[in-house]
């Protein structure tokens, strides 16, 4: 935004908090309309596999069982593919995030010189920063938390159409307060290192390569995910007579002489709770929480010194 511009907005804005707010979502609308606008098509998604998306596999799986799921092909086979994509997409969402706060929110109002304009019109540094974070992180924590939200909603409702291995293991241990602490870890760093670089292209890289050192850890470490090397969740599969009696799945697959021979009628399949769910999520969100308050208070201090000094 060009200084004239900024001078135009401050007077007005600066000095009362929402007045800084409506600085912020101006400033950067464009950015909020394409995080709204994912959050939208995400949570879209996440409904549509929770609605029709679901329907051959389920059918796949009531009439065959877990051996119909894996000798499905197209929609039974590709749901369970499909079922990932929204925690693709929250996690591209959280580098974003990253960057967004190193380049566009911080570092290019440095290096263009806005920030300091507007520090000179009644908006301390504290309160400049203060609103900066604050605004993108009560969307971050709104879009996040809507979308996890959702996502439990489809675990408890389809998880059962997932292929057994790793895959659902990840995801189930992905899926919680943590999925809504790493997007603001992210801010916090972006942010930290925006002050840090003060110029939009070296804060856009470092922060990307910062995050990524946290995606990194995150997947390979206790109390993180360590996806590649714990045990696969546990499982139950049913099957139930016309009479609804339950019996042990036959394995007849596909063959409906089989079936018929077993008078089995319907097939179920779960994947069971763990115990040391929330144990983990909750140590992974303190932990990361823990991290963005550090990262948080290191960029107040920096920008106390650099304001200091000049």
């Known amino acids: 935004m060009s200084a004239a511009a900024v001078l135009e907005a401050t007077p007005t804005s600066a000095r009362t908090p929402r007045g800084l707010i409506h600085t912020v979502l101006r400033l950067h609308r464009g950015a909020l309309w394409i995080w709204l606008a994912f959050v939208t098509a995400t949570a879209g998604f996440l409904l549509w596999l929770l609605g029709p998306g679901a329907d051959t596999a389920q059918r796949a799986l009531e009439s065959y069982g877990y051996s119909g799921l894996i000798m499905a092909n197209g929609s039974a086979d590709e749901y369970s593919s499909l079922f990932y994509y929204p925690d693709t997409l929250i996690t591209l969402a959280s580098f974003a995030v990253a960057l967004f706060a190193g380049g566009p929110l911080i570092a290019r109002e440095l290096e263009s010189g806005t920030a300091q304009l507007a520090w000179t019109q009644s908006v ?5 920063l ?3 974070l604050a605004v993108p992180a009560a ?3 709104l879009g996040t938390t809507l979308l996890t939200v959702l996502y439990h909603q489809l675990w408890a409702a389809h998880s059962d159409l997932l292929i057994a291995g790793i895959g659902p293991r990840s995801l189930y241990f992905s899926l919680g307060p943590a999925t809504v602490a790493a997007p603001l870890l992210g801010l916090a760093l972006g942010a930290l290192i925006g ?3 003060r110029r939009t292209l070296p804060a856009l890289a470092f922060s990307g390569f910062a995050y990524f050192l946290v ?4 997947g390979n470490h206790w109390p993180f995910q360590g996806r590649y090397q714990q045990p696969e969740l546990s499982s139950r599969s049913r ?6 009696t339950e019996i042990r799945d036959p394995g007849c697959y ?3 002489a089989c079936l018929a021979q077993h008078d089995v009628v319907r097939f179920t399949r779960e994947y069971l709770p763990s115990s040391d769910y ?4 909750l140590l992974e969100t303190g932990v990361l929480l823990a991290l963005t308050a550090v990262a948080v208070a290191l960029a107040f201090g920096l920008l106390r010194r650099r304001a200091a000094t000049g």
């Not at 995606?215 to 995150?218: D, K, L, V």
Request: charged share 25%; aromatic share 20%.
């Open 215 to 218: 995606y990194a850890f995150r």
């Open 278 to 281: 929330w144990p983990r999520q």
């Open 139 to 141: 969307f971050i924590v």
């Open 239 to 244: 099957a139930f007579t016309s009479a609804g």
């Open 254 to 256: 596909d063959d409906k």
């Open 130 to 132: 203060t609103a900066k």
């Open 195 to 197: 002050l840090t670089a």
């Open 124 to 128: 301390s540094p504290a309160r400049w």
